[in-house]
């Protein structure tokens, strides 16, 4: 990704803050298997193609409460893009293909 956000290892949330450019993770050693890890990796690296700097999503521009429609709209991309990554990584498992389907359901 050319001009990817900072990506930092602070505590135990997965977060993309848009302001700062910022994505955190936690640490690998935090998630039972190493796909998991970057399943999550891949849903926030798809909210930071949003920052202005990038495709401009207003989406992830503008703030939004929990469960709005901009907000649920922001995390199907999320989700969906992330879907398409861990198949392009080999990510193919049941285990991160569940989550993410209990995810775009919900």
Same mark, same amino acid.
């Given at each position: ?11 135990? $949330? ?29 849903? $926030? ?13 207003? $989406? ?14 922001? $995390? ?7 879907s398409f990554l861990n198949c392009q990584a080999g990510i193919l498992n049941t285990l991160t293909f569940e989550d993410s389907a209990a995810y775009i359901q919900?």
């Amino acid at each position: 990704m050319p001009n990817p956000p900072k990506i930092g290892h602070y505590g135990g $949330e997965a977060y993309y803050y848009p302001v700062k450019d910022y994505l955190n993770m936690p640490k690998l050693r935090f998630f039972r298997r190493a796909e998991l890890y970057y399943s999550v990796l891949f849903h $926030e690296l798809i909210h930071s193609t949003g920052h202005s700097s990038r495709l401009n999503r207003p $989406e992830i521009q503008e703030t939004a409460a929990f469960g709005s429609n901009t907000y649920s709209q922001e $995390e199907l991309t999320a989700e969906i893009g992330a879907s398409f990554l861990n198949c392009q990584a080999g990510i193919l498992n049941t285990l991160t293909f569940e989550d993410s389907a209990a995810y775009i359901q919900g």
